[in-house]
C-alpha cells in the first residue's frame, strides 16, 4: 500500500501512523483501512455498558478526507442499532457534518469514543439519528453480534477481544463519556455564538437593503422610462439642485496660486496694444497741427522769398 500513496502528504503520514497504533483490537474498539483504500476505514465498536446498546457490535465506515487531519471524516454505520441510521453520514460534532467543531488533534481513535458516547444520547433530530424504543435497541444489539461485513469480511464474533471487567475497560467507558460531553459542551457553545450572531446580521442586511431600495427604485425608474420627465419634474430638480448647492465665492473656489496669478493681471503695466488704443485720438491731433505748422511755415518762407525778390528789384531800379 505504501508504494500507492505520497509518503510526503501530511494526511498518508497520519493515517499510516494511526493504522500503526490501531493495529490490535482492544476489547472496546478496532479499526483499519482497506487493503487498497487508506482514505477508507472499517470499524467495530461495542455497545457502551449499563445501555440499550449493552452486548452489541456495531460495525461501520470511516471515509476520510485528503486533507485529513484539518478536515474531519464521515462516518457511516453499517450495523442495524436504533440510534443511527444504516448506510448515511451521520451528523455527530466530530463528523464532516460540523468542520467547525472539529480539532486537527482529534485521530479515529478519537471518533471511535465518540461514537460509543455518543449512542446512548439523544438523537433530538440530527441527521441520520434515530429514536428507537428501549426494547427495539436492545433487540438490534443482540442481533449484531451476528453480523459479517461483506465489504472487509469483518465478524463481530472475532472483531473485538473479550470483555474484561478491569480498569482498562472501565477507563475506557469514562474516556467515552467524558469525550462526549466534551464534544457535545464545543457544539452547544458554537451554536449558540451562531445564534447570537444571526439576528444582528441579519438586521444589518435587511437594513442596509432597505436602505438601497429608494435608490435601486429610483434607477429602475429612470432606466424604464428616461424620456418621461416632465416640464413640473424638470422645473423641481432645478429648484432642488439649486437649494442643495451651496454658493462657493471665486474667492474660495479659487487656489492660491489662481488667485496670486488674477492679482498679478490686474497690476500689469498695459501692453502696446493698450497704449496705442489709449493714445490714437492724442496721436491723430498732433498730426494735424503739425500739418498747419508746416504750411505755416511754407507761407513764411514763400513771403521771405518775395520780399527778397522785391528788394532786389528796387535796388536794381536805384541803379
Excluded at 467495530?44 to 452489541?56: A, E, H, I, Y
Excluded at 435587511?206 to 429608494?214: D, L, R, T, V, Y
Excluded at 492724442?282 to 505748422?293: A, E, F
Amino acid at each position: 500500500m505504501e508504494a500507492r500513496y505520497n509518503l510526503k502528504s501530511p494526511a498518508v503520514k497520519r493515517l499510516m501512523k494511526e493504522a500503526a497504533e490501531l493495529k490490535d483490537p482492544t476489547d472496546h474498539y478496532h479499526a483499519q483501512p482497506l487493503e487498497d483504500n487508506l482514505f477508507e476505514w472499517h470499524f467495530t465498536v461495542r455497545g457502551p455498558p449499563d445501555s440499550d446498546f449493552d452486548g452489541g457490535f456495531y460495525h461501520g465506515r470511516i471515509v476520510l478526507p485528503p486533507e485529513y487531519p484539518m478536515k474531519p471524516p464521515s462516518i457511516i454505520l453499517l450495523t442495524a442499532n436504533g440510534r443511527f441510521e444504516v448506510g448515511k453520514k451521520i451528523c455527530l460534532s466530530i463528523s464532516g457534518h460540523h468542520p467547525e467543531t472539529w480539532q486537527p488533534s482529534w485521530s479515529i481513535r478519537t471518533a471511535l469514543l465518540a461514537i460509543i458516547g455518543f449512542m446512548p444520547t439523544k438523537g433530538e433530530g440530527a441527521i441520520g439519528s434515530l429514536d428507537y424504543t428501549p426494547e427495539e435497541r436492545r433487540a438490534l444489539a443482540k442481533k449484531s453480534q451476528d453480523f459479517c461485513c461483506e465489504m472487509c469480511g469483518t465478524s463481530m464474533k472475532t472483531a473485538l477481544l473479550p470483555l474484561t471487567s478491569g480498569r482498562v475497560s472501565s477507563q475506557a467507558d469514562k474516556e467515552a463519556k467524558e469525550l462526549a460531553r466534551q464534544i457535545s459542551f464545543k457544539a452547544e457553545v458554537n451554536s449558540s455564538r451562531k445564534s447570537d450572531a444571526g439576528p444582528s446580521n441579519t438586521s444589518g442586511l435587511n437594513h442596509s437593503a432597505a436602505s438601497h431600495e429608494p435608490q435601486q427604485g429610483g434607477a429602475a425608474r429612470a432606466l424604464q422610462d428616461p424620456t418621461s420627465t416632465t416640464p413640473e419634474t424638470q422645473n423641481s430638480s432645478a429648484a432642488a439642485s439649486q437649494e442643495h448647492t451651496p454658493s462657493v465665492s471665486p474667492n474660495t473656489s479659487m487656489s492660491p496660486r489662481q488667485r496670486r496669478a488674477q492679482q498679478q493681471s490686474q497690476r500689469r503695466p498695459p501692453s502696446s496694444t493698450d497704449f496705442n488704443r489709449v493714445q490714437q485720438p492724442r496721436v491723430n491731433m498732433n498730426h494735424t497741427g503739425s500739418t498747419v505748422l508746416i504750411v505755416l511755415l511754407t507761407f513764411a518762407l514763400a513771403a521771405l522769398i518775395f520780399r527778397r525778390i522785391c528788394l532786389a528789384n528796387e535796388y536794381i531800379f536805384d541803379l
